[in-house]
């Protein structure tokens, strides 16, 4: 069970919130982001390396000077962005040695250091993953906005890898219906360090011609 704190800044913290199977996931929820009669949409946001809670990077002697891009800072940014919308930071289930971004709950196979090694769509692990967090976030909300940020970016790039596999299947009404709210994604300076071997931009016409079937900005 997930255990959550509220802070002055008026964010919420929910630890270790439980998603598919036996994955695990901090989120920082923004309530305040919008008022809550007007708010139907939410924002789920992934992180880059370095990028962390304030007393965490405050902590670190090499990340301390990048603080002002704390998770905090940047989901009141994004509440400015998407003003009638809920944001969700969703923190990386490993930080390695304090510094890089793994999301291997949403990306099953990476490197120690959170680097994409392939987009594996079996089982569709990182929609299930993610509609397990949705449901216990949104209880109203219908449109999704999912925004990655450097190395964030590769769990946009495994959903999309997943939506592209499951056009050829049928699945239960429930993750249909969560997938049909998924209206845009948002990559921003995607980047990983293997680069050279594993997609860093959705170039392929397969995965494009996703985004144009489902009607995903």
Same mark, same amino acid.
């Given at each position: 069970?997930?255990?959550?704190?509220?802070?002055?800044?008026?964010?919420?913290?929910?630890?270790? +919130?439980?998603?598919?199977?036996?994955?695990?996931?901090?989120?920082?929820?923004?309530?305040?982001?919008?008022?809550?009669?007007?708010?139907?949409?939410?924002?789920?946001?992934?992180?880059?390396?370095?990028?962390?809670?304030?007393?965490?990077?405050?902590?670190?002697?090499?990340?301390?000077?990048?603080?002002?891009?704390?998770?905090?800072?940047?989901?009141?940014?994004?509440?400015?962005?998407?003003?009638?919308?809920?944001?969700?930071?969703?923190?990386?289930?490993?930080?390695?040695?304090?510094?890089?971004?793994?999301?291997?709950?949403?990306?099953?196979?990476?490197?120690?250091?959170?680097?994409?090694?392939?987009?594996?769509?079996?089982?569709?692990?990182?929609?299930?993953?993610?509609?397990?967090?949705?449901?216990?976030?949104?209880?109203?909300?219908?449109?999704?906005?999912?925004?990655?940020?450097?190395?964030?970016?590769?769990?946009?790039?495994?959903?999309?890898?997943?939506?592209?596999?499951?056009?050829?299947?049928?699945?239960?009404?429930?993750?249909?219906?969560?997938?049909?709210?998924?209206?845009?994604?948002?990559?921003?300076?995607?980047?990983?360090?293997?680069?050279?071997?594993?997609?860093?931009?959705?170039?392929?016409?397969?995965?494009?011609?996703?985004?144009?079937?489902? +009607?995903?900005?």
């Amino acid at each position: 069970m997930a255990t959550s704190t509220t802070t002055p800044s008026q964010y919420q913290i929910l630890e270790q +919130a439980p998603g598919y199977g036996n994955r695990k996931n901090d989120l920082i929820f923004f309530s305040n982001s919008c008022p809550a009669s007007s708010a139907n949409k939410v924002v789920y946001y992934f992180g880059g390396d370095i990028q962390d809670l304030p007393e965490r990077m405050k902590s670190s002697r090499d990340n301390r000077q990048y603080q002002r891009w704390n998770l905090i800072s940047t989901g009141e940014i994004l509440c400015r962005r998407f003003p009638h919308s809920f944001i969700v930071a969703i923190r990386p289930n490993i930080m390695k040695d304090g510094t890089f971004a793994r999301f291997s709950n949403f990306v099953p196979q990476t490197t120690e250091y959170g680097d994409p090694v392939r987009y594996d769509t079996a089982n569709l692990v990182a929609l299930r993953h993610l509609h397990a967090l949705d449901q216990q976030i949104s209880k109203t909300s219908t449109d999704i906005t999912l925004v990655g940020f450097s190395k964030g970016c590769v769990v946009l790039n495994q959903l999309l890898h997943e939506l592209t596999a499951l056009r050829t299947l049928n699945l239960d009404h429930d993750l249909s219906h969560f997938i049909s709210r998924i209206r845009r994604f948002i990559w921003l300076d995607g980047g990983h360090n293997n680069g050279d071997h594993v997609m860093i931009w959705p170039t392929d016409e397969s995965l494009v011609s996703t985004l144009i079937h489902s +009607a995903i900005q």
